[in-house]
């Protein structure tokens, strides 16, 4: 993809990595010639890794990682610094749908599992980086909402109340990070023909949006790069116009959990 050169020689960790937006952006940044750390739960990594390989010479590092469990998380971090010497940029894509029906319905141990990878693996994450990319004095934290996030969508209530709290971690990191120049934002991606895309039209979701993947793949692109510089705490939706956001003129509110748009 033309317009983001700078990601050139990058080093981007991808969590989620083996498929969906994960593999898709993993792929886009290795073109644009970063260095893509690929982490996944299954060993399957390895799989998507040499399918990016043997499309381009990019330099991949795949890895088996819980991303719900902090002690592995700094392991990979940790070890990832030590052979690249910095991560330019964090890009969350590691989910689960988990339980599905009714509330009354839905498994305690499987609900709180979708809050353990999506919000727990989140926060473990951006724990273990936000020091590194302080000493660096720079990056970009980029996070995943997702469907129920900012309405309601029965059925999905673990998803839902997982990715709208991944948001109100966002905004509220960034404001930590205020005085800084790491760049925390939150993609809402809307709806893509994915594996748990068709987990949620199984289990009778309705997506309001349907889109290619290329959309959340490119505002990812967007916000790893510097033509987002100035832009943090963000709650971006692929059909906003984010390209021509001032970052003085979007202030307060405006693009926020509250979706409050001018």
């Given amino acids: 993809m033309s317009g983001y050169d700078d990601l050139a020689g990058k ?5 989620g990595a083996s498929r969906g937006i994960g593999f898709a952006v993993s792929q886009a940044l290795t073109e644009l010639g970063a260095i893509v750390i690929m982490a996944s739960q299954t060993d ?4 998507a890794a040499e399918n990016i390989s043997k499309k381009n010479l990019a330099i991949i590092a795949p890895h088996v990682v819980d991303v719900g469990e902090y002690a592995e998380v700094l392991k990979l971090v940790q070890s990832s610094v030590k052979k690249f010497g910095k991560i330019d940029a964090l890009i969350n894509c590691a989910a689960i749908m988990g339980s599905t029906g009714p509330l009354e319905e ?3 141990l499987e609900w709180a599992k979708t809050i353990n990878v999506n919000l727990i693996g989140t926060f473990n994450l951006m724990k273990a980086l936000i020091m590194q990319m302080k000493m660096q004095g720079f990056g970009s934290i980029i996070n995943f909402s997702g469907g129920g996030a900012a309405s309601p969508s029965p059925n999905f209530s673990a998803y839902g109340c997982s990715k709208a709290a ?3 971690l966002t905004e509220t990191v960034a404001q930590e990070l205020a005085d800084t120049l790491i760049k925390v934002n939150v993609i809402a991606p809307g709806a893509n023909d994915t594996d748990m895309y068709k987990i949620f039209v199984r289990a009778g979701g309705v997506a309001r949006t349907v889109v290619t993947i290329d959309k959340p793949v490119t505002l990812a692109l967007f916000l ?3 033509k987002s510089m ?3 705490g963000k709650f971006i939706h692929v059909f906003d116009d984010y390209v021509n956001f001032i970052p003085d003129e979007i202030g307060g509110e ?3 959990l509250r979706r409050v748009e001018p």
Avoid: Q, W
């Fill in 224 to 226: 790893a790069s510097n």
């Fill in 166 to 168: 991944v948001v109100r």
């Fill in 230 to 232: 100035g832009i943090t």
């Fill in 11 to 15: 080093v981007v960790l991808v969590t």
């Fill in 44 to 47: 399957k990594i390895f799989e």
């Fill in 106 to 108: 839905n498994d305690p």
């Fill in 254 to 256: 405006l693009f926020t």
